[in-house]
């Protein structure tokens, strides 16, 4: 599926400086998350938008803020972060219609440095 | 707590079948996903069950047992391309997905 992209796919970032990732998703879904994806570890929800509106944040440090202006983007905010930061964070998008599958499509992910 | 749990690691040789097992238990149960994660790559969608038994797709076939909160995906005649990581999502009764931390099969020649 490529649907959802992501960019950068690689970042290295010190703990002082401040950058941004994007996803962007061309499926028309309704629904878009950030996930954080650490080795060994199940994927970690973070944030999700419905209809653009917030309608989950799982106890993520302030350290980290999304922004959603459209159904199509999603931007997740970095400032301050620290080494145990560093995974893999995942963008997903589906169609929520509280019936069926619901299946929620992938982008590629940004690698995440902290040093 | 929720919980899903599946085999950090499994080997199986080119040609063979392998079945990568899931075991959930959560807050309800509205659905459980099997996905395909390559190294570096994105997660993909390989099946959905939500009733009990086997859907099958291709080379590839995933089971549920709701009353044993267990599922399987059966690969078959595997490919050097099969080897990747194999996730188990489980959708509770707030329609959230609980992932599993996913099942790592390499494939030898």
């Known amino acids: 599926e490529t649907g959802v992209t992501q960019t950068p796919r690689h970042l290295v970032m010190g703990m002082t400086n401040k950058k941004s990732l994007k996803c962007e998703q061309h499926?028309?879904?309704?629904?878009m998350y950030w996930y954080k994806q650490s080795a060994k570890k199940p994927l970690e929800l973070m944030f999700v938008y419905n209809f653009k509106e917030q309608t989950e944040n799982n106890s993520v440090p302030s350290r980290f803020s999304p922004e959603c202006p459209n159904s199509s983007h999603l931007f997740l905010h970095l400032h301050t972060l620290q080494p145990e930061d560093s995974a893999l964070y995942l963008c997903a998008s589906s169609q929520e219609s509280g019936q069926g599958p619901d299946t929620q499509y992938f982008g590629p992910g940004t690698r995440l440095t902290v040093l | 707590g929720q919980n899903i749990d599946q085999p950090t690691e499994m080997t199986a040789t080119e040609g063979a079948i392998v079945q990568i097992n899931c075991t959930y238990q959560t807050s309800g149960f509205n659905g459980l996903f099997w996905y395909q994660q390559h190294a570096g790559e994105a997660p993909t969608f390989l099946s959905y069950?939500?009733l009990d038994g086997l859907e099958e797709k291709g080379r590839f076939s995933s089971f549920l047992s709701r009353s044993k909160g267990y599922s399987y995906l059966l690969l078959k005649e595997l490919q050097m391309k099969d080897s990747a990581s194999y996730l188990c999502a489980v959708r509770d009764s707030n329609y959230q997905l609980i992932w599993g931390a996913g099942t790592k099969l390499i494939i030898k020649p």
């Open positions: 069950n939500v």
């Open positions: 499926l028309g879904h309704n629904a």
